[in-house]
């Protein structure tokens, strides 16, 4: 179960528990009510808790952190959830405090959590490095260095030295800052704290500097990390790779991927589509291509933001033909972004049939079209002058519900096309249906009208059945 629990198949643990041969035992309860917790049931969670106090079994700490842990909203739980331990005569123990002090720091509740931990430091239990962590992060993230430096000693003299977390967690703080300069002090004396930093640490502090525009910096922390026996992350060369092509140095990222193997980087699928995309950006679309058939050669294995950036590549350099060849390929399994990156080509290029046809192979290859999709079809109606067909569409789209961005763009187009017909007919038509026309449609409805000039004196007597409507409306 714990496995099971662990690897967060939730479903698995539930059918183990109900299939136990022997009467559960508080651990297996405690398990239980950690997964239930975990999947985000916390009724279920409570119900098997009341299921352990029912079953005579005696309910363990872990148990009742297991219990806390189902409910991240309700502060007063925690209260309820002490007095039954205090009923059930067990002590709460770290991970209990530890929990609670957590949750108060992520609402934010800085001086209730200083309290908790004050009173482990005075009665106990004995705090550990995670007791003061959360407490940390928060200083951290609202930039109080001075406090948390003072927290680190307060750690350090009640035998509770920082753990590599505790030290992470600070300096992720330092370098959102810029203080690169305490970043390396810390660094530089982990031996002698007694603690020793990870890849992790590392990225962190390479991430930092990559951000304030310390490139070559960020750079020289891989031999650091290698003198200190750490290898090079996939994390490690995402932050660096993308560094380099948000610098616009492209002929030194491109040098990087061919040189992968020999520096022992392990480069992957992100890397070329980082810099696809910067390539992309710049309109330079044949070394965009280049790219993804050296992905395919090397056998890394593109995947669909791969192939998405080689469309979109392809419809800004206005092979729209080519673009459409490429996601016609079944052996691809594309997404919406990629059909949308396509017809985004067509309907830039005004160009509706291939717009239409694209739609309805995306809906043929069972990808259903979202409102960035619809919009890009109702532009493309609305451009050809379609209004009709447009307006059709969008009362057909209401079977799936309002969406009133598409009802405001259709009207945007209609007024502007001084459709005001078509405006009085889409209206009435969605009342009919059963909708409701709110504020959302109807402010940027009066809005247009007015941008357009409708709202002068010698023109208004053309929009007055639509006010009468919207009137009507609001009286009701």
Known sequence: MSAYSRAGHHGEV??????????????????????????????????????????????????????????????????????????????????????????????????????????????????????????????????????????????????????????????????????????????????????????????????????????????????????????????TVHILFDCLCRNAMFSEAVCLLEHSKELGWNVDAFCYNTLMSRLCDIDDFARVLKLLVDLLKKGIGPDKFSFTIAIRSLCRAGKLWLAKCMIDNKGIKYDVVAFNTLIHGFCMAGDLDRVQQTRTDMINRDIIPNNFTNAMLIDSLCKDLKFVEAKRFVLDSLVNGLVPDHIIRLNNWLVKANKITLVLKLLYEIRCKGFVLDTCIINPLVRVFCWEGYCRHDKFYQISPILDIITTYVKR
């Open 14 to 235: 539930l059918r183990l528990f109900r299939s136990l041969p022997f009467a559960p035992t508080s651990s297996l309860f405690t398990t239980l009510i950690s997964s239930l917790s975990a999947s985000g049931r916390p009724l279920a969670a409570r119900a098997a808790f009341a299921s352990l106090l029912k079953s005579g079994a005696p309910p363990t700490a872990s148990a009742f952190t297991a219990l806390l842990k189902s409910s991240h909203d309700a502060l007063d739980f925690v209260d309820s959830v002490f007095r039954a331990m205090d009923a059930a005569g067990c002590s709460p123990d770290a991970p209990v405090y530890n929990w609670i002090i957590s949750m108060l720091c992520d609402f934010r509740l800085l001086q209730e959590a200083l309290g908790f931990l004050d009173h482990m430091l005075e009665n106990g239990p004995r705090p550990t490095a995670r007791s003061f962590t959360a407490v940390l992060r928060v200083y951290c993230e609202q930039e109080r260095f001075h406090e948390a430096e003072r927290l680190v000693d307060t750690m350090i003299q009640n035998g509770c030295p920082p753990d590599v977390v505790s030290y992470s967690v600070l300096i992720e703080g330092l370098c959102r800052v810029g203080e690169f300069s305490k970043v390396e002090m810390i660094l530089g004396e982990s031996e002698l704290n007694g603690w020793k930093p990870t890849a992790v640490t590392y990225n962190i502090y390479m991430s930092g500097l990559c951000r304030m525009g310390f490139l070559d910096e960020a750079f020289q922390q891989v031999d650091v990390m290698r003198s200190r026996g750490l290898s090079v992350t996939t994390e």
